[in-house]
Every structure is written in structure tokens, then in C-alpha cells.
């Protein structure tokens, strides 16, 4: 399959595109720009900033944003809450308060915690209600969602990867994490880590992988975590609950039948049940 | 002109008759009103039950869907090529 022909910028994090007609790119360009516009904290008039300085009254929303933020419910109810969209505020009091190209490391400790809420959140339709003071997030979802809406735009044969989320049209083999490769056949791949996006405040390493309950950046167990899913969307939201299980995750990931790898320190992988069993299965097909 | 006592008998029996037919009339017509209303009462009341009792069984369509909301897995297998032409990094 071919090399990417198109790479930007775009919610943070570097795209790719192959395989696309320059049309289909310019709609796979354009999708993440409008995704970008209308989710990002960091941009003053997202409809996203709107929604948190309206919090604690009924507003109604734009239909795209009451997809999206059904998709991040779901994702909260499918984990238990651990990918929870109401983690905004607990971001920016860990000092995720601007784009993280600007620079994050302050000498100032962080702010107190701010624990996760997803299930007092009232929605229905359009009409949105977020409790007084919380602020959604829902930068996850937006991404690994935009991943799954750019690949439905290519015609035939191609791929796209948006900052660790990977997903294909036609099998192709894909780098992971710590030197070493897999080929994805069909669906997602998703890598969930606090590496890259990692800071310090008061001398404290944060990086943007939220415990809910505590409000606080997660204890990693893990350096980083990849799983397969039939979506970039299912891959991104497993792989960042099982980040946050931290020793239960390979085993949270197997009773739902998905393959998971998990990178500890000094680069060691360890796979679950469903990742070997995957990969036994393809070898025992050739 | 006074009425003769030989008319008498039949006017008595024509309106006894129009009195029985407007009775049966008014019965009818209440018996019909009470059918009605109470038909209307069992088709809208919510506490009146119009169908019989079923089992509590989700409809199969409502289960499909929730199957298919929950995560699922790609598939992968060992790779085939080198180098890869992607990368999964962590985001």
C-alpha cells in the first residue's frame, strides 16, 4: 500500500493520509479542520468553550456536537467511567491550560483536583445540560471519531493516522510502540501513553491521562497501551481504560475479546489472552 | 268542537305507543353511550390492559443494537512487510 501523501497539523497531533484522491484529501483535510474548530478547548469560539461557559443551565447544542458527546457518553458508560468526558476542568488544574505546543511546565504545584462526573449530565437531542462548574472534554473521541469519518471518505485502498490512532481500507503493517510491528487487517489500532504528553507542574510529572475519581493524572502501571478494535474509535477507548486499570487492564480487555499490548518501562512488551490468540489464529490460517 | 267519547280509545293507544317507542328509543340510545364510553375508557385508560400479558423479553432488534454498541476487536495478524508503512504511537 502506499506511502502517506498528505500530512498536517490538526488537533495536536500529526496526520496522515494514503491512498487519497487530492478531493478525497481536501474532505479528509477539511473534516478535521470543522472537528478542530468546534471541539478544541483552545479555540476561543469552539462551540465546545461555549457549552462550558454555559454550564449549569439547559443550552441547546449543534446536532454534530450532541453526536459526539453521545459517542463520549457511551464510552463512559462501555468503561465504567473511566473515559469520562468531564474531565476538562481536572486539565487544566493539572496545567493542560493551553495548546501543548505553547509549553506547559510552570514552577506552580497544580491546582486542586477536579473529579469526574459523567452521569449528571442531562441530554436529550439537541438539549444539553452540564452541571455548574464542569467542563467536557471531549478531545479522545473527537480524534479517534475523525480517524474513523476520514477513512469512510477514502474510495478504495488507503489509511489514515492521527496521533497514535491508525485505521485502514486493506490490510497494512503498522510500527508499534518499543520496536516492533503488527499488521492490521481490518478496524482500528490505538496507542494510549503519558509520554508524549506529559508536563510538570511544581516539579511533579502530569501528563493528560486523567483518573476520574481521583481528578488527578493516573499512577501509570504501564508506559503505553495498544489495542485493536474494529474502530479507531472502539481501539481508543479501550486502550486508554485499560491505561488506567493499570494491572487489571489486560485481563479487563480479554473478557471483551480485545487484543491489547502493553509497554512497560524499558520497553518490555507484555500482550494479553486476545493478542496472542489473534495472532496464533492468522498463523494457523497461512 | 268537543271530541266524542268514540275517538278517545285510539288517541289513548297512539300515544302510549309514541311513549313506549320513545322509552326504547332512549334506552337504546343510553345502553349505546354506556358501550361507548366504557370502550373508550378500556382503548385510552393506561391502567386497563388491552392486550394479553406477554414475558418481558427485549424485542430482538433492541438486542442487536446493544450488541453491536459494545466495543469490539479489530483483526491483526503478523506482519507481512518491512518497513511498516504506518506507525501507532501513543496519543
Known amino acids: ?170 490490510a497494512i503493517d503498522v510500527a508499534l510502540p518499543g520496536g516492533d510491528a503488527v499488521r492490521l487487517e481490518s478496524g482500528g489500532l490505538a496507542t494510549s501513553g503519558r509520554e508524549r504528553r506529559a508536563w510538570r507542574r511544581g516539579g511533579r510529572l502530569q501528563h493528560h491521562l486523567i483518573d476520574p475519581v481521583t481528578g488527578r493524572p493516573a499512577q501509570p502501571r504501564w508506559q503505553q497501551v495498544t489495542v485493536s478494535g474494529a474502530t479507531c474509535l472502539d481501539a481508543d477507548v479501550a486502550a486508554k481504560a485499560a491505561f488506567l486499570l493499570g494491572d487489571e487492564g489486560p485481563d479487563w480487555l480479554d473478557e471483551r475479546g480485545l487484543p491489547g499490548r502493553f509497554l512497560q518501562a524499558g520497553d518490555r512488551a507484555v500482550t494479553n489472552r486476545s493478542w496472542r490468540r489473534s495472532l496464533e489464529g492468522a498463523l494457523a490460517c497461512t | 268542537m268537543e271530541p266524542t267519547r268514540n275517538d278517545q280509545p285510539s288517541r289513548m293507544v297512539a300515544a302510549r305507543r309514541r311513549a313506549a317507542v320513545g322509552k326504547g328509543a332512549l334506552a337504546a340510545a343510553a345502553v349505546a353511550v354506556f358501550a361507548g364510553g366504557m370502550l373508550a375508557t378500556r382503548s385510552t385508560a393506561s391502567g386497563h390492559s388491552r392486550h394479553a400479558a406477554t414475558p418481558l423479553t427485549a424485542p430482538r432488534r433492541f438486542a442487536n443494537t446493544v450488541r453491536q454498541s459494545a466495543l469490539q476487536s479489530g483483526s491483526i495478524a503478523p506482519p507481512q512487510s518491512a518497513p511498516p508503512q504506518a506507525s501507532t504511537s501513543q496519543s
Open chain 1, 1 to 170: 500500500m502506499s506511502a502517506p501523501a498528505l500530512r498536517f497539523q490538526a488537533m495536536g497531533c500529526d496526520v496522515q493520509v494514503a491512498g487519497a484522491t487530492p478531493e478525497q484529501a481536501r474532505r479528509i483535510r477539511a473534516l478535521f479542520d470543522r472537528h478542530e474548530r468546534r471541539f478544541s478547548r483552545f479555540v476561543d469560539d469552539s462551540e465546545l468553550n461555549a457549552v462550558n461557559a454555559g454550564a449549569g443551565r439547559a443550552i441547546r447544542v449543534s446536532r454534530a456536537f450532541a453526536d459526539m458527546l453521545e459517542l463520549s457518553l457511551w464510552a463512559a458508560r462501555e468503561t465504567g467511567g473511566l473515559v469520562d468526558p468531564t474531565i476538562g476542568a481536572a486539565l487544566r488544574a493539572a496545567g493542560y491550560d493551553r495548546d501543548f505546543g505553547d509549553g506547559l511546565d510552570r514552577p506552580q504545584p497544580p491546582a486542586p483536583a477536579v473529579a469526574g462526573c459523567w452521569h449528571r449530565i442531562e441530554a436529550s437531542g439537541q438539549l444539553l445540560r452540564v452541571p455548574a462548574g464542569v467542563e467536557l472534554d471531549l478531545n479522545g473521541v473527537v480524534k479517534s471519531r475523525a480517524v474513523d469519518e476520514a477513512l469512510a471518505c477514502l474510495g478504495g485502498e488507503g489509511w489514515i493516522s492521527a496521533g497514535g490512532d491508525v485505521a485502514a481500507h486493506g
